[in-house]
């Protein structure tokens, strides 16, 4: 009696098989065409190609990044968004506004995520402290997302090497900048704000590289 | 390009293959995509560093794809599907669909469309993205023997199917011999 579909696969994944059917599978010209048939299915399975997203896509996790609430119709899957997800809308919002830096034009509409980063409620120092609170945080973040990333290919391209190296040099100086004491609000938010946008870059550079991995 | 764009272009194309595999259908599949993006920025800052970022990523993919195969609108939208894929004369004018299809390629993702989704969702989840029996009876909510199953019967359909095409590309290619 042949072999079936199910005991088949499992000889073909390594699964354990009674040895009455290995052994009749091993001497079975029939079995053991089907047992090649299934090994070469996998392998066409795995070689068919990926499918690319419409080019669209991202602009609608964008602007749902940027406006906040979910799309309507869709509120009672994610009735509120967590916490985590606010500081990424932040992260969004506020390399949006190192975009359009400082034109009355392109300052953000009341409720937005955009102004909620603007109305971040400042420290009782300075305003510059409120500024320095949401950069420590989006700082922060960003760190949390590097360590979240695979470890990088053992192959690195020479470039990406020294590209990660001298932008691991520049947050190296940034933070040896910001561990003196005294230092002015206006330069800590200069500083904090020239760490972030270093390491948003570190973050580009590094998903670029898995990207080509993964 | 900031960084959650960058993250997105990292893992979208695998996501979407994912999804539109298994869903066959473009426009949930960049539902899925939508909200799986959404879930990984929202809880990238909590991932584990030691655990496998792609791993993480499929997993939530998956969770989402199979949720929409779960919803009714799904099933009332692949409804007709499963009943031509349940009726031989249907499945024939799919094969001679299939059978135009000149890519070996092409003519496999046809054969995969024509199963029935959990079908295919077992035989893409287990051959191509590597998931055990025993994780996708747990994502499925059913027994691991219903893997299993599922498995051997959509090898046995794909078979059938391409070996039915063989048959039927010949005169398709040449049909002033037939």
């Known amino acids: 009696m042949h072999a079936t579909t199910e005991q088949l696969l499992s000889l073909r994944d390594g699964a354990p098989v009674a040895e009455l059917t290995a052994a009749h599978v091993r001497t079975c010209p029939t079995c053991r065409q089907e047992l090649e048939d299934l090994v070469e299915m996998r ?8 499918v690319a ?6 602009d609608a996790i964008a602007a749902q990044l940027a406006c906040g609430p979910a799309r309507p119709g869709r509120t009672t899957r994610h009735p509120a968004w967590s916490w985590l997800a606010m500081a990424a809308s932040i992260t969004l919002a506020l ?6 830096d400082d034109d009355p034009a392109d300052r953000p509409a ?21 500024q320095a609170t949401a950069l420590v945080q989006t700082s922060r973040e960003l760190e949390a997302a590097l360590r979240a990333l695979p470890a990088a290919p053992r192959v ?12 691991e040099d520049g947050l190296m100086q940034i933070d040896a900048e910001l561990n003196r004491q005294g230092l002015p609000p206006e330069k800590e938010v200069a500083l904090w704000r020239q760490r972030v946008g270093l390491m948003d870059a570190l973050m580009q550079v590094r998903y670029a590289e898995l990207a080509e991995t993964y | 390009m900031k960084a959650h764009e960058v993250l997105y272009r990292g893992y979208s194309r695998a996501v979407f293959t994912l999804a539109s595999r298994i869903l066959d259908d473009a426009a949930q599949a960049e539902e899925v995509l939508q909200d799986t993006s959404m879930e990984i920025i929202r809880n990238v800052a909590g991932f584990r560093a030691d655990a496998a970022f792609g791993g993480w990523v499929k997993r939530i993919a998956t969770n989402k794809a199979l949720a929409h195969l779960r919803s009714a609108w799904h099933r009332k939208g692949r409804r007709f599907a499963d009943d031509e894929a349940a009726d031989p004369a249907m499945a024939g004018s799919v094969q001679s669909d299939v059978a135009i299809g000149v890519a070996d390629q092409e003519r496999l993702a046809r054969a995969l469309a024509v199963l029935t989704p959990t079908a295919r969702a077992v035989v893409w989840l287990y051959d191509v993205e590597g998931f055990s029996h025993e994780e996708i009876a747990a994502l499925m909510g059913k027994s691991v023997s219903f893997s299993k199953s599922r498995l051997a019967r959509a090898h046995q359909k794909l078979r059938a199917l391409l070996a039915e095409d063989e048959e039927v590309q010949p005169c398709m290619r040449q049909p002033n011999s037939c």
């Open chain 1, 156 to 167: 690195t391209r020479a470039s990406t090497a020294l590209t990660v190296a001298e932008l």
């Open chain 1, 110 to 130: 009341p409720g937005t995520t955009t102004d909620l980063v603007a109305s971040t409620p400042a420290p009782s120092n300075s305003v510059q402290g409120g």
């Open chain 1, 43 to 50: 392998a066409r399975l795995r070689a068919l190609p990926e």
């Open chain 1, 53 to 58: 997203p419409p080019a669209a896509s991202w």
């Open chain 1, 95 to 100: 390399s949006l506004l190192w975009i359009v």
